[in-house]
């Protein structure tokens, strides 16, 4: 049975870090590229960024780029998303996929990841 369970949410002021974790069990973690997603309330799921098996290749939405940061460990079957100089808008539940997927373009696509975890709230208070 695959699990993906995130954790490191919680609460930031606008300016300040987090760092999410996305432990991946029941599935063969380096074969998978892994995305994050992020949806906030009212509003659909969006695409925050993603990483190939191997760790490279990693697009990012444009509204994080330059301050989110993906990566891997493969190792301990583990992604991370290293969020810096947050800012209220990035306030959400984020959500870590997992997914057969070999192509850069088809990475931002939500309907290509085959398993999620359940989420991890982000509150960024202004």
């Known amino acids: 049975q695959v699990q993906l369970v995130e954790s490191g949410g919680g609460l930031v002021q606008a300016g300040g870090s987090l760092r999410l974790s996305c432990a991946a069990s029941?599935?063969?973690?380096?074969?998978?590229?892994m995305g994050w997603f992020r949806q906030a309330p009212g509003k659909e799921r969006e695409f925050v960024g993603a990483v190939r098996w191997s760790g490279s290749s990693i697009p990012y939405a444009d509204s994080v780029k330059g301050r989110f940061t993906i990566s891997r460990d493969n190792a301990k079957n583990t992604v991370y998303l290293q969020m810096n100089s947050l800012k209220p808008e990035d306030t959400a539940v984020y959500y870590c996929?997992?997914?057969?997927?070999?192509?850069?373009?088809?990475?931002?696509?939500?309907?290509?990841?085959?398993?999620w975890g359940q989420g991890t709230q982000v509150t960024v208070s202004s």
């Open positions: 996929a997992a997914g057969s997927i070999a192509t850069l373009d088809r990475l931002r696509k939500i309907y290509e990841y085959d398993y």
């Open positions: 029941g599935l063969t973690f380096s074969s998978y590229a």
